[in-house]
């Protein structure tokens, strides 16, 4: 089944020592997301990706960064994760064929990032 | 600016009750789209339904059923008969012909089925 997939589904790193998540998908979907969800709240978009045009959020702190090297695969990088930044990391994907097209995001199961 | 308002956080029932979700939405777009996802405990955001501005006819899935009134700008969405495997967070959204396929999204309504 297409789907998108992320690992891991758990995640556990100290304080500082840096982190990346994985997302891969198989709807070649030209753009993908990472949001990031905190207890009790709705997604916060982190940024996106418009095919190889990376989109970031005003108000992304530096400290996540984003990777994406082909069209199946995108990383969301955590330099140094700080106790504020454990949260469920949702990775997102929409067709996009163009880019302010409206699509619908479809999300993988997230990954559960806890930081000690 | 965009906003979803969902003002249930949380609503509670009993198995085989009838239950509303309300969401209001604010937009200057012409053309959006609204959206509903659920989330149940393991996480992961479930597409439920998508409906355009221009496209006012009720919809009916199974146990679901979405009305959209463009009066209220309101889409609510009722599950018939619940079931203990309704209990998520359910999200309503919107994007439209100047965010794109930008989400924005209410705060979540959490819904507890109760057997």
């Known amino acids: 089944d297409a789907m998108v997939i992320q690992n891991p589904r758990y995640q556990v790193t100290q304080f500082g020592k840096p982190v990346t998540l994985s997302c891969s998908q198989t709807?070649?979907?030209?753009?993908m997301y990472w949001y990031q969800q905190k207890s009790s709240q709705a997604p916060k978009l982190l940024f996106h990706?418009?095919?190889?045009?990376?989109?970031n959020e005003a108000d992304t702190p530096d400290n996540f960064q984003s990777r994406r090297p082909n069209t199946s695969f995108c990383f969301l990088d955590i330099r140094s994760p700080g106790l504020g930044d454990a949260a469920m990391y949702l990775c997102?994907?929409?067709?996009?064929?163009?880019?302010?097209?409206?699509?619908?995001?479809?999300f993988g199961p997230g990954t559960r990032l806890t930081v000690l | 600016a965009q906003k979803v308002t969902q003002a249930q956080t949380e609503i509670s029932v009993v198995e085989k009750e009838d239950v509303t979700l309300d969401c209001v939405y604010e937009?200057?777009?012409?053309?959006?789209?609204l959206f509903w996802y659920k989330q149940p405990p393991s996480g992961e955001l479930v597409f439920l339904i998508r409906r355009n501005s221009f496209d006012e006819q009720n919809e009916i899935s199974g146990r679901y059923s979405w009305n959209f009134q463009k009066s209220t700008s309101s889409f609510n969405f009722t599950i018939t008969a619940s079931q203990v495997v309704d209990s998520a967070v359910y999200f309503c959204a919107l994007s439209g012909e100047t965010s794109g396929s930008r989400l924005t999204f209410g705060e979540g309504t959490q819904l507890t089925v109760n057997p």
């Open positions: 709807l070649n979907h030209n753009v």
């Open positions: 990706y418009y095919d190889k045009d990376f989109n």
């Open positions: 997102a994907t929409s067709r996009g064929d163009y880019p302010l097209s409206t699509d619908t995001q479809y």
């Open positions: 937009t200057r777009d012409t053309t959006y789209y």
